[in-house]
């Protein structure tokens, strides 16, 4: 299942597929972006992020992609946990070389069903 | 190394009152951060604290200020409290690229 970004801020897939998610950023001049799991009760844990010199990064079970032209950017979490059920947000830093100002996304609620 | 951690866990204050909310940086960190989280929604900058100085500010009011310690740890206070200042209040602290969370202080105003 695809969720097309903030104007579907939930995802349900079955344990095992693979989930995309989507995000779209609006500043031009961002250069840092992060994507974030935040579970019920918890604040927001690092996942994966990107300069906007690479177009691709692979993590453990994710990779973040990056398009510049289109101002986009995606994660794909490879075999679908349920302990990956939360939601998740993308984040742009605008602090240009120092991890300053984020601007999170409206956030993604990831369901993972048996 | 207990990672950030934020005090107190939740809160319960009426309007008008004044609140103070407590960040320890991770070992090592030198930044703080401050957002605010309404229910649904994602984080909101408020500001940074850099060197016990204000570097960076977001779009809230003057009700809202900090300060940070010699040690880095950080105090966001706000007064006046409005219902609608309800929320998340999530810190952050940082060293260069890296940042971490902390488990954020819940604050409903009645």
């Known amino acids: 299942g695809e969720n097309v970004g903030l104007h579907l801020p939930t995802l349900s897939v079955q344990e095992g597929d693979n989930s995309i998610i989507n995000c779209a950023y609006s500043?031009?001049?961002?250069?840092?972006f992060i994507w974030y799991k935040q579970e019920s009760g918890k604040g927001p844990q690092f996942i994966i992020d990107?300069?906007?010199?690479?177009d691709k990064r692979q993590g453990q079970r994710v990779t973040v992609l990056l398009n510049k032209t289109v101002k986009h950017l995606s994660l794909q979490i490879a075999a679908t946990q349920p302990g990956d059920s939360a939601v998740y947000f993308c984040a742009e830093n605008r602090g240009g070389s120092t991890l300053g100002r984020l601007y999170f996304g409206r956030g993604t609620q990831l369901t993972v069903w048996p | 190394d207990a990672g950030v951690t934020q005090s107190p866990t939740h809160l319960i204050k009426t309007r008008g009152q004044q609140v103070t909310l407590r960040c320890s940086p991770k070992s090592g960190h030198d930044t703080v951060s401050w957002y605010q989280q309404a229910l649904g929604q994602g984080p909101q900058f408020i500001f940074q604290?850099?060197?016990?100085?204000?570097?960076q500010r977001g779009n809230f009011p003057d009700r809202f200020s900090g300060h940070q310690f010699p040690n880095y740890s950080s105090e966001l206070n706000v007064n006046a409290l409005l219902l609608g200042d309800s929320a998340l209040y999530l810190c952050a602290s940082s060293f260069a690229d890296e940042q971490f969370f902390g488990p954020g202080t819940r604050l409903t105003v009645l």
């Open positions: 604290y850099y060197e016990e100085e204000e570097r």
């Open positions: 990107i300069r906007s010199n690479m």
């Open positions: 500043n031009s001049a961002s250069d840092y």
